[in-house]
């Protein structure tokens, strides 16, 4: 068979689909909860609970999730949560008041809790750690893409149909997803189209620690695992305000309609692309250039992104609603930065058996505080507004990165976890 040049690349970007289609699936609903809260009466309370509902099952089953895909392997794992997660998506389309969709968020929330651990599988398996940032941040930018090309897709079937056509559509695209990973993943030392000098080159570049199979203990064993988990629950209630909160914000007090919002949604999620990807390249660049080890490399790309994180604290100064949409990308552009760097982290951190794991206990660190966020914004921002609550996130992103540096940063000449022989070798 013949073998495909720089194949590592082309799994990247399969699982880099994955995420788009994952993200889509995900914010649909924030997309259409103005339109939810008027035909499914739906509260402001009532609809912080349907979107803990999925932050719930999501935190508590990305442990499990990110267990089951290394003990049962990246193909068939990924391959059968997705199936679920496209399922679950469409039946949405059933609910008929805030608790029967609260019931299908919770499922879309188990299922989808794969998606992120999968990803840093695939990194680890198919690239060199020198790399990892690269494609972390490379895989990430499905996340954005998603969440950019959910509004106007999403609006325009609501608009053009109803509501519930957009779910089942969108939900489809996550059965699909399933059906192609199944076909076209295969590890690397199963792969028919690999070149044994490409699959060399990322042997080379890895660790080369083979242990029998995933140990949560090993994982929760770890203190710099919790230093992670304690940045990640900082962060991501950036990113889960971003992607259920801003719809409802921009039309509930910047006085937007729907079709209005959806010619500027995608910028916040454009923007995050954009960070990302230059995270990726970040590390390799702290490295030349500032010689610093390859987890330093990391800390300091994850504060350069907090600092940046800025944005989101001003939005009560914007004037408009459209300066308003900037800040939020910039806030955007800050979370997706850092947060692929602690992606990359991990990676760094555990050897590749562990890694799905550690993510998804990692994760389920994160969607706690996203979860425990969304329900203070429920609570709270029909008294003292959002803007308050939005200017707490840059505060948790900065107390997040000066966590990562006390507790991860080494000091010259000093190296840490699996990717210690590799980081000479980081040019």
């Known amino acids: 068979m013949k073998k495909i040049r720089g194949l590592r690349w082309q799994i990247l970007a399969l699982m880099m689909l994955g995420t788009v289609v994952n993200y889509i699936d995900r914010n ?3 997309i259409l909860a103005p339109q939810l809260k008027e035909q499914l ?14 932050q719930l099952c999501y935190s508590l089953m990305q442990p499990v999730a990110g267990y089951i895909t290394d003990l049962i392997g990246l193909k068939l794992g990924y391959a059968m949560f997705a199936m679920v997660w496209g399922l679950a998506a469409s039946m949405h389309a059933l609910a008929g008041g ?44 499905g996340s954005s893409i998603g969440a950019m090309v959910a509004p106007p897709f999403v609006i325009w079937l609501s608009v053009t149909y109803d509501w519930r056509v957009a779910f089942v559509v969108t939900g489809l695209l996550g059965v699909g997803m399933s059906l192609l990973w199944f076909a076209l993943y295969r590890n690397p ?39 992670i988990a304690a940045a990640r629950f900082l962060t991501e209630p950036a990113w889960q305000t971003f992607s259920f909160w801003i719809p409802l914000y921009m039309v509930s007090t910047r006085g937007m309609d729907i079709k209005q919002f959806a010619l500027f949604a995608w910028l916040p999620f454009l923007f995050g692309d954009l960070g990302c990807i230059l995270s990726g390249y970040m590390s390799p660049f702290f490295v030349k250039r500032f010689r610093m080890s390859l987890v330093n490399s990391r800390i300091a790309g994850v504060g350069v992104g907090a600092v940046c994180m800025v944005g989101p604290a001003l939005i009560s100064f914007a004037v408009s609603p459209i300066a308003a949409i900037f800040l939020f990308s910039l806030g955007a552009f800050a979370h997706q930065m850092l947060s692929s760097l602690l992606y990359a982290l991990v990676t760094d951190t555990f ?10 206990f990692g994760g389920m660190a994160g969607y706690l505080g996203g979860m425990i966020f969304s329900l203070i914004i429920g609570q ?5 507004g959002y803007e308050p609550l939005f200017a707490c996130l840059t ?27 590799s980081i000479a070798g980081a040019d």
Do not use: C
Not at 107 to 119: F, Q
Not at 200 to 214: A, F, N, S
């Open 380 to 384: 709270l921002a029909t008294t003292i």
């Open 28 to 30: 649909t609903l924030g």
């Open 41 to 54: 009466h739906f509260s402001t309370e009532q609809y912080s609970f349907v979107v803990s509902a999925f």
């Open 351 to 360: 050897e590749k058996q562990d890694v799905a794991t550690a993510t998804g």
């Open 189 to 227: 030392e199963n792969h028919p189209r690999l070149s044994k000098e490409e699959h060399q080159y990322i042997l080379d570049g890895q660790e080369h620690v083979e242990l029998p199979k995933p140990s949560v203990k090993r994982v929760l064993g770890k203190g710099k695992f919790w230093s």
């Open 98 to 141: 805030w608790q029967s969709m609260a019931f299908f968020r919770g499922l879309l929330g188990v299922s989808e809790a794969a998606a992120m651990p999968s990803g840093v599988k695939t990194s680890t398996l198919w690239f060199p750690a020198k790399e990892r940032s690269i494609a972390t941040g490379w895989f990430n930018t």
């Open 395 to 421: 505060v948790f992103d900065l107390t997040a990165f000066a966590i990562i540096a006390l507790v991860l940063g080494q000091r010259r000449g000093t190296a840490t976890g699996p990717v210690s022989a």
